[in-house]
């Protein structure tokens, strides 16, 4: 299983940034996937998670209201819309996958088994 993220960059608070994560394999709708972010030394901290089916999601405090976890089972993707963007939300951006037998909304990143390489994401004041 290969996880790759995509659109990070730099953005101006107040703006919007949409990340995006292909997933290989055949297994992409049974399983929840979730974001993480790690900002220069600090933990890796959840983001968000979206359920297999799609229909169900879960946010830290921190981005409720501002970020909208989405997935699209038939394109291996899930993807995290960014809005209302603050300096604070500096970081690099890794989507994963849930492992087996873990909560969909697990919040743990030992809980989740692949990872992709990380999308970096800017926010200047």
């Known amino acids: 299983v290969q996880l790759q993220a995509s659109g990070g960059g730099l953005v101006q608070a107040g703006g919007s940034l949409s990340l995006s994560c292909v997933t290989s394999g055949r297994t992409f709708s049974s399983y929840g996937m979730g974001w993480f972010r790690q900002a220069p030394g600090k933990e890796r901290e959840f983001v968000a998670a979206v359920k297999w089916s799609g229909g169900v999601t879960y946010y830290a405090d921190s981005v409720k209201g501002r970020f909208t976890i989405s997935r699209d089972n038939a394109k291996n993707t899930v993807y995290l819309q960014m809005n209302s963007l603050k300096p604070e939300d500096t970081a690099i951006y890794y989507c994963?996958?849930?492992?087996?037998?873990?909560?969909?909304?697990?919040?743990?990143?030992?809980?989740?088994?692949?990872w992709g390489q990380g999308t970096l994401v800017t926010v200047s004041s």
């Open positions: 994963a996958r849930a492992a087996y037998g873990s909560s969909w909304y697990a919040k743990r990143p030992p809980e989740y088994d692949y």
